[in-house]
Structures are given as structure tokens and as C-alpha cells.
């Protein structure tokens, strides 16, 4: 028996825009000269490698400088899963047109913003428990679905509530994560209001008296699915 | 030199910084990694199975929506509707 990493040519799709008109010169994981790949009004830049990306750190910034790049050059773009790797452009542009609506509906819901999150040390939280501990599932699924709603009822009540109305007439999305003491907002935002948004943030976290971190404007990694 | 204004206006999106590892690993786990490999069974130097498998690493609540996640985004939509909030 032996396990290999893969050795056929595959496509490693980095992100979906609505349209690419411009020209792209980037590279991406490999230092792969990067495509774009049209398909139903549907664009996905990817990159032609040797075999599925090794998930490495190196490997997520590369992958992340070229969503970024691009989100500077298109109004609307999907950031595609790392290493997600089709057989070619076929199965690409078939993956594209199956998917056609949800993924220009994501694209609407994402054009002309960008993502902002929002960190703060959960103090009030319980330390992360093990949902489900103890019980036997009758599948996998079954399982999953109970994490993702013992996850879901973490989010509730959270030491950054206090400074989300001062922000919430720039808010068009919101998402919510708390792992491990850490609260995690993310708010998709017009990119023209980035600026004020900030400084909202700012100063009602200094009123409050809460301490927190803000960082982006990022491409929207927390929606669009 | 509307273009150039325009260009400076655009947002920080547009700087390749790199930001931090915490912010790299959060947007990571927020879409889930894809791993893939081939495994290949063999008796004698002789394949015989094949399989090309593919892994999922992601949170749960990621991939699977759940009743909190659909009332935010009902709670959404209503606002758009009665116009409180723009694009």
C-alpha cells in the first residue's frame, strides 16, 4: 500500500468574480503563471499545478496575495477554498454553470464591500465544551449537525455586544465566532465606509471601556457562501 | 488623472501586506481546507485499487447552516426590504 500527494496536472482555483475584463499578471501557490477561466458570465482565476497544493503556511499567503490582488481589481469576488483543484476546464466551467445562481447571488451580496473583523477576549464565556460528549450519533452527519449547533448557541451574548449598534448602519452582513475565549465579529461593509466604521469602532470601544481589535478591510473569507 | 485619483482612493484591500498570521489562519478556517491524495493498493508491484481522495478540514457550522444563521440573514433581508440599510 502506498499514499501519494498526486501527480496528475490538476486547476487550483483561487477566487470567482462576476467578470475580468482586465488583464491579470499574477502567479500563484507555485509561482504558476494564473488564468482566468470564463463561463456563464461567471469568471474563475486558476492556476494550472502539478499536483493539489501542500497546506503550508507559505502556501495560505500566496494563496491569500492573490484574492487579495484581485479584490483590488474587480468589485465582487469569492474567495475559493484553499486547495479546491478540478480536473480541468471542463469540469471548471461545468462546476460554474451548475452553480450559476448561487454564485452570482454571492457576488451580489459582496459587491463594492469588504470584510471587517472584530476581536475581543470572551471573558464571560465557558470554556469550550465538547458537544455531544458521551452520546453516540447515528451518523457522521449527525454529529456535525450537533457541533455546528452547540457552535451556533456559543454566539449569543458576547463581550464585544456592547460596540456593534455603533456600528450597525454600516453592517450589510454579520457573523459571529467564539473558540476557546476569543469573540470574533465579522461584518461585511461598503468599501467607502471603512474610514468611518473604524472610527466608530474606536470610539465607542474606548467609551465602553472594552478592549478589542479591529483589523481589515479583508476580502469577504467570512461570507458569500 | 480621474483614473489616478480613483487609484488612490481605492482601500487598503489593495496593499499585498500579508497581515497577520491570526488574520490568515481566521480567513483559512473560515472557508476550510481542502487536502487531497491518491492511495494506491497493491499486491506483488501489482495495483490493483486506486482511490483519489479528497478532505474536508473545516468547522461544522461552516458547511452546515444552521437555524441561528438563516435568522440573521431573514433579519437581513427584512431590513434591505424596508430600506434601512443601502448597498
Known amino acids: ?225 | 488623472m480621474t483614473r489616478a485619483t480613483s487609484r488612490m482612493r481605492r482601500p487598503r484591500i489593495l496593499r499585498n501586506d500579508g497581515g497577520s498570521l491570526l488574520d490568515l489562519l481566521d480567513h483559512v478556517l473560515n472557508q476550510g481546507v481542502v487536502l487531497g491524495g491518491e492511495l494506491v493498493l497493491g499486491l506483488a508491484n501489482v495495483d490493483l485499487v486506486y482511490a483519489r481522495l479528497w478532505v474536508l478540514l473545516c468547522a461544522a457550522d461552516r458547511v452546515l447552516p444552521t437555524a441561528a444563521a438563516g435568522a440573521m440573514e431573514r433579519s437581513h433581508r427584512r431590513a434591505v426590504r424596508h430600506g434601512t440599510v443601502g448597498p
Not at chain 1, 456559543?154 to 454600516?170: C, M
Open chain 1, 1 to 225: 500500500m502506498k499514499a501519494t500527494s498526486g501527480s496528475s496536472s490538476v486547476l487550483c482555483v483561487y477566487a470567482v468574480c462576476s467578470r475580468l475584463r482586465a488583464r491579470i499578471e499574477l502567479t500563484g501557490v507555485a509561482d504558476e503563471p494564473l488564468r482566468v477561466i470564463a463561463a456563464e458570465a461567471l469568471a474563475a482565476v486558476v492556476g494550472e499545478m502539478a499536483r493539489a497544493p501542500l497546506a503550508t503556511i507559505a502556501a495560505f499567503r500566496k494563496h491569500d496575495a492573490v484574492v487579495r490582488a484581485l479584490a483590488g481589481k474587480v468589485p465582487a469576488v469569492l474567495p475559493v477554498r484553499f486547495g479546491i483543484c478540478l480536473g480541468g476546464v471542463e469540469e471548471l466551467r461545468h462546476v460554474l454553470e451548475a452553480r450559476r445562481a448561487p454564485l452570482r447571488a454571492a457576488l451580489r451580496s459582496v459587491r463594492g464591500r469588504v470584510q471587517m473583523t472584530l476581536r475581543g477576549v470572551d471573558n464571560g464565556s465557558a470554556p469550550p465544551a465538547r458537544p455531544g460528549a458521551g452520546l453516540r450519533h447515528s451518523s457522521g452527519r449527525a454529529y456535525l449537525r450537533a457541533r455546528a449547533a452547540a457552535a451556533a448557541r456559543e454566539r449569543a451574548g458576547h463581550s464585544l455586544t456592547p460596540l456593534l449598534p455603533a456600528v450597525s448602519r454600516w453592517v450589510r452582513a454579520e457573523k459571529i465566532e467564539r473558540r476557546a475565549g476569543i469573540a470574533s465579529v465579522h461584518h461585511l461593509v461598503p468599501r467607502g465606509c471603512v474610514a468611518a466604521y473604524a472610527r466608530a469602532m474606536h470610539r465607542t470601544a474606548e467609551a465602553e471601556g472594552v478592549r478589542m481589535m479591529l483589523t481589515g478591510p479583508f476580502p469577504p473569507y467570512a461570507f458569500g457562501r
